[in-house]
């Protein structure tokens, strides 16, 4: 069975190579980068300022080794640099009055165009001491580092260097460090106009991605298994040049299958049948920036030429348990407020809905507010505290579980999209899977 299925995929290769056509336009590693430093340029000129004046601080550090870089750094790194080099310093400064902020650089060089060199080895050969020197010129009255007991993408300053820069300046200064959570978050979590308008075409690309998968172009019924369709995702995504930030996931539910699908493990592989739901769960990197996408699709048996209306019925009731939360999108409502609506107006319409959205953006699971989670529906301590901010995304992830007469069950219709909060409406970034996929 297992050298029958090589051999399928071999020919699928063959018979189905990658065309650009069939795809939206993709950018050269070149155009990226030079697309990331214009990006990093806009955000330190527009999201920098507007984050430090919200979160009330004067000063920001962050500093990294090579190999061990704070999730924060990477993001503001110049896009030809693939990590810190030797121990790289960040320095925020604002100095108020409206003047523009001072982003610097206590490092052997200018780390890119936005964070310029202020040290010399030369004149001071002690790093540390250097970057003490740069802090009391400035006299800041709080000194923000990445140190956070509860968000780990705030979280980026090791220990060392925590002890190391106390260590490093006058006493006086130490009662002025303060952990940094909300700078961190906030700058991860907020996206500019511009990043959003390449953000649809990166979800376009996933999106096409899953469209072939869930076709007869990947799948013939009876012979292709649920991680053959896994591969042929991950395969894609590589020969597209791109990262994917998990193992995809695809499954079926089917009116012989015992038990639902299981959270607390992945499926294992089966042959795809006619009259199976299918469901994938899947997410690239493009442009630095993450999507995470869950569809559905159905296989039709002998004769049928549409999906069962109870499975279309299904498929609408999940719909509409997505509409319930994004309707409930508001400035300042912490994500555990978002989520007791939803389920309060969900269940209130008759539905049973499970909600575990979480934000996206440099990260899968990025940083903001935690909307839920598969196993704690009761809300997220802490996270699930966090507050909505406006320009922020969200993958909108959940399931609702419908009882099917046809099949004497339940079954769950989990859906994903990637979705964008304005501060006013809310809207999916590329649209979202409006009907099964039908697979002949």
């Known amino acids: 069975m297992r050298k029958h299925h090589l051999i399928y995929l071999l020919l699928l290769c063959l018979v189905f190579p990658l065309s650009a056509q069939d795809y939206p336009a993709m950018l ?163 996206r500019t106009p511009s990043e959003m308008t390449v953000y649809r075409q990166v979800m376009a690309v996933a999106h096409a991605i899953i469209a072939e998968a869930f076709s007869n172009k990947v799948i013939t019924p009876g012979v292709t298994t649920t991680d053959e369709v896994v591969w042929f995702m991950r395969e894609r995504s590589n020969k597209l040049g791109l990262g994917v930030w998990f193992h995809p996931t695809v499954d079926v539910q089917r009116k012989e299958q015992d038990e639902l699908y299981a959270f607390s493990g992945r499926p294992g592989s089966v042959v795809i049948q006619p009259g199976d739901l299918l469901h994938c769960d899947f997410g690239i ?62 269940k209130a319409k008759g539905l049973r809905p499970t909600i575990y959205t979480h934000p996206i953006g440099y990260h899968g699971h990025g940083a903001g507010p935690t909307v839920g989670l598969w196993d704690q529906q009761g809300g997220v301590p802490v996270r699930g505290d966090y507050p909505l901010h406006p320009n922020t995304a969200y993958s909108i992830e959940l399931n609702t579980k419908v009882y099917l007469d046809a099949w004497g069950k339940d079954i769950r219709m989990m859906m994903e999209e990637d979705g964008y909060w304005d501060g006013k409406t809310f809207r999916y970034i590329d649209g979202r899977q409006t009907e099964l996929y039908l697979i002949r």
């Open 28 to 190: 050269s590693l070149e155009r990226q980068t030079e697309l990331h430093d214009a990006w990093l340029t806009e955000r330190a000129q527009t999201v920098l300022p507007m984050l430090m004046k919200r979160a009330e601080v004067d000063m920001w550090l962050l500093i990294s080794r090579e190999y061990n870089e704070d999730p924060v750094l990477n993001t503001m790194l110049p896009g030809k640099w693939m990590g810190a080099r030797r121990t790289t310093m960040l320095l925020i400064y604002d100095p108020g009055n409206g003047q523009p902020l001072e982003t610097l650089a206590c490092a052997r060089y200018a780390v890119g165009d936005v964070f310029k060199k202020a040290w010399d080895p030369e004149a001071q050969p002690d790093q540390w001491a250097a970057l003490s020197q740069l802090i009391t010129d400035r006299n800041p009255k709080k000194i923000a580092v990445n140190r956070s007991p509860d968000f780990g993408l705030a979280d980026g300053i090791s220990s060392y260097h925590y002890d190391k820069l106390r260590e490093s300046l006058p006493t006086s200064y130490r009662d002025r460090i303060v952990n940094g959570d909300k700078l961190a978050i906030g700058w991860l979590e907020t």
């Open 285 to 346: 990197t493009y442009c630095g920036l993450n999507t995470d996408t869950q569809h559905n699709a159905y296989v039709l048996k002998p004769g049928e030429d549409e999906a069962p209306a109870f499975l279309v019925d299904a498929f609408r009731q999940g719909m509409e348990t997505m509409d319930v939360l994004t309707a409930e999108y508001k400035n300042g409502r912490t994500g555990n407020e978002l989520l007791a609506a939803a389920l309060a107006k969900g």
